[in-house]
T-cell receptor, first 110, second 113 residues
Framework: QKEVEQNSGPLSVPEGAIASLNCTYSDRGSQSFFWYRQYSGKSPELIMFIYSNGDKEDGRFTAQLNKASQYVSLLIRDSQPSDSATYLCAITSGTYKYIFGTGTRLKVLA | NAGVTQTPKFQVLKTGQSMTLQCAQD?????MYWYRQDPGMGLRLIYY???????DKGEVPNGYNVSRLNKREFSLRLESAAPSQTSVYFCASRMGQNTGELFFGEGSRLTVL
């Protein structure tokens, strides 16, 4: 079992809709959870981080964490074509180990 | 503000050749990481260095060695390159606490023939 699991997609949503991206993880000791966005041919860049159970909102993005279910999600409201990218879920395992999922490719259709 | 700098950006090797990927950061970060990225595989951790003087294996360390030369620099060496090591390699760094953002270099595209 991979430490971080994501559906590879592509997830296609129309412009203006809500995109919902999901991630599960296996290490119950994980303390920190991250969502990165990666455009084709570019480096990943951080969108959101969340450390506590519940929701965290930043503009059009909301991260949700449920440690009991070992589940973290990212909601993108009012999706734009510029949001089309691969979204990578990441966790810290132990103090320094930083593990990524395989990523979900999102396509926002104009 | 350079951030994380990787060299070279592109490299073609023949099977069995050796090479070193260089990485340097100017953000005074304690922790540094090497990942490889292959289609459909996400970012896989090769090695990491929690702080100067320490290195640890990640998910896919076989065929690689690393050196944390000083606080700024963390190199990745392929002693005898294999076609399976064809990939895009990313170096990253962060402050090193139990939380915190990873800052990535632009990536190095390596092809092994």
């Amino acid at each position: 079992q991979k430490e971080v699991e994501q559906n590879s997609g592509p997830l296609s949503v129309p412009e203006g809709a809500i995109a919902s991206l999901n991630c599960t993880y296996s290490d119950r000791g994980s303390q920190s959870f991250f969502w990165y966005r990666q455009y084709s041919g570019k480096s990943p860049e951080l969108i959101m981080f969340i450390y506590s159970n519940g929701d965290k909102e930043d503009g059009r993005f909301t991260a949700q964490l449920n440690k009991a279910s070992q589940y973290v999600s990212l909601l993108i409201r009012d999706s734009q074509p510029s949001d089309s990218a691969t979204y990578l879920c990441a966790i810290t395992s132990g103090t320094y180990k930083y593990i990524f999922g395989t990523g979900t490719r999102l396509k926002v259709l104009a | 503000n350079a951030g994380v700098t990787q060299t070279p950006k592109f490299q073609v090797l023949k099977t069995g050749q050796s090479m070193t990927l260089q990485c340097a950061q100017d953000m005074n970060h304690n922790s540094m990481y090497w990942y490889r990225q292959d289609p459909g595989m996400g970012l896989r951790l090769i090695y990491y260095s929690a702080s100067e003087g320490t290195t640890d294996k990640g998910e896919v360390p076989n065929g690689y060695n690393v050196s944390r030369l000083n606080k700024r620099e963390f190199s990745l060496r392929l002693e005898s390159a294999a076609p399976s090591q064809t990939s895009v390699y990313f170096c990253a760094s962060r402050m090193g606490q139990n939380t915190g953002e990873l800052f990535f270099g632009e990536g190095s595209r390596l092809t092994v023939l």
